[in-house]
């Protein structure tokens, strides 16, 4: 079994910083994408940003410009620091990561982490 274990959210004052810490750890696997999905009450999960094995990274517009997504690959760990936070910014995050385990393609997500940005 692969899991993810999220750190990192809590509250922080609008204009600030936050850094999400996601590690993936158990069975063998291969790390094809990791990243970060956001989620209101009552709607789906979209995209914030992630970053391939390669290093490659995509990220949503409204985040553009004021997120980083390193990954560390010797901890099998994703980050996601967020700058300049708005209070639209308030969400569930949770961490995803699509790794090849046993020759095929398997999705995981991470139990979520709460961002909350004061005004």
């Known amino acids: 079994q692969v899991q993810l274990g999220e750190s990192g959210g809590g509250l922080v004052q609008a204009g600030g910083s936050l850094r999400l810490s996601c590690a993936a750890s158990?069975?063998?696997?291969?790390?094809?994408?990791m990243g970060w999905y956001r989620q209101a009450p009552g709607g789906q999960r979209e995209l914030v940003a992630d970053?391939?094995?390669?290093?490659?990274?995509n990220d949503a517009d409204t985040v553009n410009g004021r997120i980083t997504i390193p990954k560390d690959n010797a901890k099998n760990t994703v980050y996601l620091q967020m700058n300049s936070l708005k209070p639209e910014d308030a969400d569930v995050y949770y961490c995803?990561?699509?790794?090849?385990?046993?020759?095929?393609?398997?999705?995981?997500w991470g139990q979520g982490t709460q961002v909350t940005v004061s005004s």
């Open positions: 970053i391939t094995s390669g290093g490659s990274t």
């Open positions: 158990g069975s063998t696997f291969s790390m094809c994408v």
């Open positions: 995803n990561m699509i790794a090849q385990v046993i020759a095929t393609n398997q999705r995981y």
